[in-house]
């Protein structure tokens, strides 16, 4: 009965054939990491009772289907079908061995009623709310030790009718930490692709002590004033891989984190080998961050082909005394950026503490980052690197970068600031503070240029 609706796999599968017979140039890609399944047993929403009018609640019809699908166990997973329609309904948990896969036209909308949003423990790494003291509202979808899950369809949306979230956080009458827009905790082999995430309440797509995650071909909107609105979030995650995306959020474009001061230190879960590639986008925040929740460490990041438009800021490295961990072996090349308030920021200074219990000698280790192929116009300051006095930041390598724009004049200005870093660079313009000395002085990121 469903068939037409998977004419799309279909397709790809007459002419994959003939795609790989033609010399085309092979595109890198990291999504093998978790290959894209097909599943022969399909469910609709409305064989549940699911009405798209964009007035009916359909919490019931997910959970039942969700339900199914978790108990019948058909061989090789449940596909759950939903079709063009607005689908309001309240947060739901999903299941192993499924694919959510949602029709052009076809809309997932939260409700605005919190008060009967379910309420969940705070993550051990963080210790309680990331805003509030105590739990937190559960994402509007959410999944804890599942495996083997797809997020996908034909550029469907997912809407987290944010609004009412936002205003109660500008109004300060929130009680809890809002809700995320989908969150994966304990998980692993997951997809999320094809997919329209918008107005989430707080972060969009947060995977938390998960492995083998593929976020790729999504589009991500919030309006520039909305708080806190990250587009992804990896976190004390290893093995994501994120591409080909668009996001136009209220934060950072992409933050890569791993626990909060004195939880994150306990908790020591990092988050490794990460690749983030070809995203475009627009943030009054940062375009790609690392932090400033790292007290987990992390490590083995590439961040590469980036286009930004409109930015506070290009790129973001940031931590503070209290969070421990460590930040190392950061890549982050081929990137384009315009109007941007400033081109890059590697601080030790930035970010809160959940409680007043933070460990003041805790400080985080910052090393071997390599930023290179960064070209950016209208870019007010072209750089801050500001370390810590009883931690420097070493191994900080900058090559052929040119950040172009208004930069400050006069004798108190400068392009650069920098304090409490050593490293090297190479074709820098403007050229960059002394002590990010030239690669004839100093070899130490001669191997990275």
């Not at 359909?58 to 339900?67: D, G, P, V």
């Not at 995320?180 to 997919?195: G, H, Q, T």
């Not at 994120?242 to 879960?269: F, H, M, N, P, Q």
């Not at 600031?417 to 004839?440: A, I, R």
Request: charged residues 15%; proline residues 6%.
């Amino acid at each position: 009965m469903l068939c037409f609706i998977f004419s799309v796999f279909l397709c790809f599968s007459t002419i994959a054939p003939i795609l790989n017979s033609v010399a085309l140039p092979e595109m890198i890609t990291c999504s093998g990491m978790a290959p894209m399944k097909y599943r022969n047993d399909k469910i609709s929403i409305t064989d549940f009772g699911g009405v798209g009018d964009g007035r009916t609640l359909n919490t019931k019809a997910f959970l039942e289907a969700i339900y199914r699908i978790q108990h019948m166990r058909r061989r090789g997973g449940t596909l759950l079908y939903i079709p063009p329609g607005v689908y309001l309904t309240e947060s739901f948990n999903l299941t192993s061995h499924m694919t959510l896969y949602l029709a052009r036209g076809a809309v997932i909308k939260a409700t605005q009623d919190t008060g009967n949003w379910p309420l969940i423990a705070p993550l051990p790494s963080y210790g309680r709310g990331r805003e509030l003291p105590g739990g937190r509202y559960q994402s509007f979808i959410h999944a804890d030790g599942v495996r083997d899950v797809i997020i996908t369809g034909e550029n469907g949306t997912i809407d987290g009718q944010g609004g009412v979230w936002w205003n109660m956080w500008r109004q300060r009458t929130l009680q809890f930490t809002r809700p995320s827009l989908i969150e994966f905790m304990n998980s692993r082999n997951i997809i999320i692709s094809n997919v329209i995430f918008q107005n989430s309440p707080f972060w969009n797509i947060h995977p938390v002590y998960c492995s083998n995650v593929v976020i790729r071909y999504v589009t991500i909107l919030a309006p520039s004033d909305s708080p806190n609105t990250d587009g992804i979030d990896p976190d004390s995650s290893s093995h994501v891989c994120i591409e080909d995306s668009y996001i136009s959020t209220g934060d950072d474009l992409v933050a890569v984190k791993s626990g909060w001061d004195e939880y994150g230190i306990a908790y020591g879960r990092c988050s490794s080998d990460i690749t983030i590639r070809r995203i475009t986008g627009s943030s009054p925040f940062a375009g790609i961050a690392i932090g400033s929740e790292t007290s987990g460490g992390v490590e083995n990041v590439l961040a590469e082909h980036i286009n930004l438009f409109n930015m506070g800021l290009g790129i973001h490295v940031k931590t503070n005394i209290g969070r421990g961990g460590f930040i190392r072996n950061i890549t982050i090349t081929n990137v384009f950026m315009e109007n941007s308030r400033k081109g890059i920021k590697i601080a030790g200074d930035v970010g809160g503490h959940p409680d007043d219990r933070f460990n003041p000698n805790a400080l985080p280790v910052v090393k071997d980052i390599t930023i290179k192929n960064v070209w950016g116009v209208k870019v007010l300051q072209a750089g801050l690197i500001k370390g810590l006095k009883n931690s420097p930041f070493t191994g900080i390598c900058l090559s052929n970068i040119n950040l172009h724009g208004s930069t400050p004049t006069g004798p108190r200005s400068s392009p650069w600031k920098c304090s409490d870093v050593t490293g090297g660079s190479h074709l820098v313009n403007p050229g960059p503070c002394s002590e990010l000395c030239s690669t004839d002085q100093n070899d130490s990121c001669s191997s990275h240029f």
